[in-house]
C-alpha cells in the first residue's frame, strides 16, 4: 500500500516539476507548485501510517501555508497583470542584474 | 632616581661621595634641553602684515647665520639682526646647565683623588632597564678613571663652546632651539660615557648621532644643509648596524652585555680567535661610521654644514671621538684580538694619511680643520690599534683643546668676515679662505690665538699635540719592534711591517698636518686683505664672549701636555709629574696594554726614542717651513691671483676633488641605490606590484566577479526554477550515490 501511495505522489511531483519548468503563464505554474505542494502532503499522510500522526499533523500545517501563499501570490499575479497586462513570465524580469 | 641597591656599591670607597651624584651628570643638560626646548616653540618674533620677511616664517634662519649661502639674505638686508624674544633666557639656561655639569665632575673627579687608589668601577644601578627572561639590562652608570676623563672633557669644553655659542649665535631666531639642541647633545653624550653596559652606551651612541643630525641641518631652509644632515645620518647607521652586530655576538657568545660581564667572561675567549676577532671588527665597523675613518669618513667634512660651534663641539671634540672611547673601552676585547688591533691601527694610518693630503687642498676654512679631525682621529686609532690607549685617550684630550679651538678660532673668523660682508651687502663666501688674508691686523687675539693651536697640532714641542702625537708614534714603532701584534699577521703580511708601515704613514701626516695647517694660516691671517676697503672697515676682533673660550682652550693646548709628560722629557726638564695619565688610566686598560705587550712595560732605549722625537719635531717643524717658503708669495697676492691658483692640474686637483671619493661613492653605492629604489622598488614594486596588481588587481577581480554574477541574474523566474532543479538532483545524486 505505502508502495502504491509514494508512487503515485513522486508521479503527482513530477508533473508539478515538469510544469514549473516548461510553462511561462504564472497562473498554471502556480497551479502546479500546488500539485508538488499536494504531492508532498501525500507523502506525508502516507509514511504517518508508519510512524506516528505526526507526518499528518505536518499536512494540516502544510495546507494552511499553501492557503496563505495562494492568497498572496494570487494577489501578486493579479497585481502584475493590471500593471503589464501580461502574466507571461519571460516578459517579467525586472530582478535582472 | 635613587633607585639603585644600597648593595650595589655598599663597599667602594666612593660611596657615600659626590659619585653618588653621577646620575646628575646626564640630567642637568636634558633640563636645559626641556627648558630651551620649550622656549624655541615660541616664535621668534611676530611679524606685521607689511613687513617683507613675515612671509619667511618665524624659523627661517634669519640675521646672523654665518654658514649659510648667501643668496638667502636678501630679506633681512638693511633690518636691524631679529632676537629671538627669550635669547637672554636661553642664554643663560644653555651655558649655565654645561657649568654646573662641569663642577660637578669636578667634584666627583676630587672626590676620586680622595678616595685613593680604585681598582674596580663605580657602578650605579638605577632600574631595570630591559628585564626580557635571562635577557636583563640595567640602566646603570660606571665611573671609572677612563669614563671621568671623558666627562671632564666633554662638560668643559663643552661649556667653553656654549658660551662661544653666545656670541656666535645669539642673533639667529632659531637661538633657544640651537642651545636646545645642543644641550641634548652633550646629556646623550654623557651617557655615552657613563654607560655601564653596551645597550646604554649604545643609547648614548644613538642618540648623539641624531643630535649631530639634527644640527649639522640646524638651517634645514637650504637643501644643502639638509642634504648634509642626512648624509650623516644614513653614513652612521651603516657603522650602528656593525656596533648591534657585536652586541648581539657578545649576548650570544657570552651571555653579558654590561662591561664588567663581558671582560669577565672575555677570559674564556681564545686569545686571536675567530669569535673576539669578529666582535671586535664589528665593533670597529661602528666606530668607522661615528669617528670618520675610511671608509664612512665622509659625512663628516659634509658635517661642516652646521654652525661652526657644534663642529667644534660634535665634529672635533667629542662626539667623534666617541669610537676612541669605545675601543679603549673594550681594550680587554681588542687586547685578544691581535688582527682586528692592526687593523684599526692600519685604518687609522691610512685614513690620517689620507685625510692630511685632502687637507692640503681645501679652501673652505672649515673643510681644511673637518679633514684635520679625520686625520687626527686617524692617529687616535692608530694609538688604541696598537695597544697605547692611554696614548690614544691623551691625543684624545689634547685634539679636544686645540681642535676645539681652531674650531672656534675660524668661527670668530667667518663670524667677522660675514658681518663685513653683510654690512655691505656683499654676497661672497665668508668662509673660502682665498677671500680673506692679513686678518692679523683687525684680530690679533684670535690671530696669536690661533698659531698656538697650530704649533700644537703641529706637534712643536711643549705644546699639547706634540706630547701625544709624539707618544703614539713612539708607541706604534715599539710595537712594531716587540708585542702581540708583531707576531700576527694582517693578510698575509706580518704584523710588524704593518706596524711600521703604520709608524711611517703616520710620520707623512704629521708633516703634511703641519703643512696644511701652516697654509690655513698664511691664506687666512697673512699677506695682505683680499676683501674690499669698505669690507676692511668693518674687521675688528670678535666680542669677548667669543675670544674668552678661545683664551682658556688656548692655555689648554699649551700646556694639555701636562697630563702625561714622557720620561725623557722629565728627565731634561722636571717641571711636571711623569706619565700622570698613565697611572691614572692603569686600573683601566694597563692590563690590556700589558697583555699585548707581552707582560712588560716595554719601552724604547732612551736612544732610539730620540731619535723618534727628533724626526718627529722635523717632520713638524720642516712642513711648517715648507709651507711658509713655497705658499708665503701666493697667500700675499691678490683676491685675483688666489682664485689663478685655484685651478689645478693633476695631483693637486685630484687632491681639491677629494680623490673623487664622494663622486666613486655616488657612483657605486648611491646611484644604483637610487636607481633600483627608482626603477625597481618604485616603478616595480610599488607602482606594478602593490599598486597595480594587489590595489587595482583585485579591484578588477571583484569587478570580473561581479559581472559574471550580474550575468547569472538573468531575471528569469524559469532559469532559476531550472538551476534549483538540477541543484537539487546533483545534491540528491550526491547523497545516493556519493
Known amino acids: 500500500m505505502i508502495n502504491e501511495a509514494l508512487f503515485f505522489s513522486a508521479v503527482l511531483f513530477t508533473i508539478g516539476v515538469v510544469g514549473v519548468l516548461t510553462r511561462r503563464n504564472a497562473i498554471i505554474i502556480f497551479m502546479c507548485v500546488e500539485l508538488m505542494l499536494n504531492a508532498v502532503n501525500l507523502t506525508f499522510v502516507a509514511f504517518s501510517k508508519l510512524y506516528g500522526a505526526a507526518g499528518q499533523i505536518f499536512v494540516i500545517f502544510v495546507m494552511t501555508v499553501a492557503a496563505a501563499e495562494a492568497a498572496v501570490g494570487l494577489a501578486i499575479i493579479i497585481s502584475i497583470f493590471r500593471h503589464r497586462e501580461t502574466v507571461n513570465l519571460e516578459n517579467i524580469n525586472l530582478l535582472k542584474g | ?738
Open chain 2, 1 to 738: 632616581m635613587l633607585l639603585q641597591h644600597a648593595a650595589a656599591g655598599a663597599a667602594h670607597p666612593l660611596s657615600g661621595t659626590a659619585a653618588e651624584w653621577l646620575w646628575l651628570l646626564p640630567v642637568l643638560p636634558l633640563a636645559g634641553f626641556v627648558v630651551n626646548g620649550l622656549l624655541s616653540l615660541v616664535p621668534a618674533y611676530h611679524a606685521g602684515p607689511a613687513d617683507p620677511s613675515a612671509t619667511h616664517g618665524g624659523d627661517h634662519a634669519e640675521g646672523m647665520h654665518a654658514d649659510q649661502h648667501p643668496e638667502d639674505e636678501h630679506a633681512e638686508a638693511g633690518h636691524p639682526p631679529i632676537l629671538h624674544r627669550f635669547a637672554s633666557i636661553a642664554s643663560i639656561v644653555g651655558p649655565l646647565v654645561l657649568a654646573l655639569s662641569f663642577a660637578l665632575a669636578v667634584s666627583i673627579f676630587v672626590a676620586m683623588l680622595g678616595a685613593g687608589e680604585i681598582h674596580t668601577p663605580f657602578i650605579q644601578r638605577y632600574f631595570s632597564w630591559m628585564p626580557a627572561g635571562e635577557l636583563n639590562i640595567e640602566w646603570a652608570y660606571q665611573l671609572d678613571q677612563l669614563s671621568i676623563v671623558m666627562v671632564l672633557i666633554i662638560t668643559g669644553v663643552g661649556t667653553l663652546i656654549h658660551v662661544f655659542s653666545i656670541g656666535y649665535m645669539r642673533e639667529d631666531p632659531g637661538y633657544p632651539r640651537y642651545f636646545a639642541y645642543l644641550n641634548l647633545f652633550v646629556s646623550f653624550m654623557l651617557v655615552l660615557v657613563l654607560g655601564a653596559s653596551y645597550p646604554v652606551m649604545f643609547i648614548g651612541w644613538e642618540g648623539v648621532g641624531l643630535c649631530s643630525y639634527l644640527l649639522i641641518g640646524f638651517w634645514f631652509s637650504a637643501k644643502a644643509n639638509a642634504d648634509a644632515g642626512k648624509k650623516a645620518f644614513i653614513v652612521n647607521r651603516i657603522g650602528d648596524f656593525g656596533f648591534l652586530v657585536a652586541i648581539f655576538l657578545m649576548y650570544a657568545n657570552l651571555g653579558a652585555l654590561d662591561f664588567a660581564g663581558v671582560a669577565e667572561r672575555s677570559a674564556q675567549l681564545a686569545a686571536g680567535g675567530t669569535l673576539v676577532t669578529a666582535i671586535c671588527l664589528f665593533l670597529f665597523l661602528g666606530c668607522t661610521g661615528k669617528s670618520a675613518q675610511i671608509p664612512l669618513y665622509t659625512w663628516l667634512p659634509d658635517a661642516m654644514a652646521g654652525p661652526t660651534p657644534v663642529s667644534a663641539l660634535i665634529h672635533a671634540a667629542t662626539m667623534v671621538t666617541a669610537g676612541v672611547y669605545l675601543v679603549a673601552r673594550s681594550s680587554f676585547l681588542f687586547s685578544l684580538a691581535p688582527v682586528a688591533s692592526l687593523t684599526v691601527a692600519l685604518v687609522g694610518a691610512v685614513t690620517a694619511l689620507f685625510a692630511a693630503t685632502i687637507g692640503l687642498k681645501q679652501w673652505d676654512i672649515k673643510k681644511v680643520l673637518a679633514y684635520s679631525t679625520v686625520s687626527q682621529l686617524g692617529y687616535m686609532f692608530i694609538a688604541v690599534g696598537v695597544g697605547a690607549y692611554v696614548a690614544g685617550v691623551f691625543h684624545l684630550a689634547t685634539h679636544a683643546f686645540f681642535k676645539a679651538l681652531l674650531f672656534l678660532g675660524s668661527g670668530s673668523v667667518i663670524y667677522v668676515m660675514h658681518k663685513a660682508y653683510h654690512h655691505t651687502h656683499r654676497h661672497d663666501d665668508a668662509q673660502d679662505m682665498r677671500n680673506m688674508g692679513g686678518l692679523r691686523r683687525h684680530m690679533p687675539v684670535t690671530f696669536v690665538l690661533m698659531w698656538v693651536a697650530t704649533l700644537a697640532i703641529a706637534g712643536i714641542p711643549v705644546f699639547a699635540g706634540f706630547f701625544s702625537k709624539d707618544e703614539i708614534l713612539g708607541a706604534a714603532f715599539a710595537r712594531a719592534h716587540e708585542s702581540t701584534l708583531a707576531d700576527a699577521s694582517l693578510l698575509g703580511i706580518p704584523g710588524s711591517i704593518v706596524l711600521y708601515a703604520v709608524y711611517a704613514m703616520g710620520l707623512i701626516a704629521a708633516l703634511l698636518t703641519a703643512i696644511y695647517m701652516t697654509r690655513m694660516m698664511l691664506y687666512t691671517f697673512h699677506g695682505d686683505n683680499r676683501t674690499g676697503e669698505a669690507e676692511r672697515s668693518q674687521m675688528s676682533e670678535a666680542p669677548w664672549v667669543m675670544t674668552g673660550p678661545l683664551i682658556v682652550l688656548a692655555v689648554l693646548s699649551a700646556f694639555g701636555g701636562w697630563l702625561n709628560l714622557p720620561e725623557f722629557f722629565t728627565d731634561v726638564l722636571p717641571l711636571g709629574k711623569t706619565a700622570s695619565l698613565d697611572h691614572w688610566l692603569e686600573p683601566v686598560v694597563g692590563e690590556a696594554t700589558l697583555r699585548i705587550t707581552h707582560g712588560s712595560a716595554a719601552h724604547l732605549s732612551a736612544n732610539t726614542e730620540y731619535v723618534l722625537v727628533g724626526l718627529a719635531v722635523a717632520a713638524a717643524a720642516s712642513g711648517i717651513l715648507i709651507a711658509f717658503t713655497m705658499l708665503k708669495p701666493a697667500a700675499q697676492g691678490t683676491k685675483e691671483q688666489a682664485e689663478v691658483r685655484g685651478t689645478d692640474t693633476g695631483i693637486e686637483r685630484v687632491l681639491a676633488n677629494k680623490y673623487y671619493v664622494d663622486e666613486a661613492y655616488d657612483a657605486a653605492v648611491v646611484n644604483p641605490i637610487v636607481q633600483v629604489s627608482r626603477k625597481l622598488l618604485w616603478r616595480g614594486v610599488d607602482v606594478g606590484l602593490i599598486d597595480g596588481l594587489f590595489v587595482n588587481g583585485s579591484a578588477w577581480v571583484a569587478r570580473g566577479l561581479g559581472l559574471a554574477g550580474s550575468w547569472v541574474q538573468s531575471g528569469q523566474v524559469g532559469t532559476y526554477a531550472w538551476a534549483i532543479v538540477v541543484g537539487v538532483l546533483a545534491v540528491l545524486g550526491a547523497f545516493t550515490f556519493g
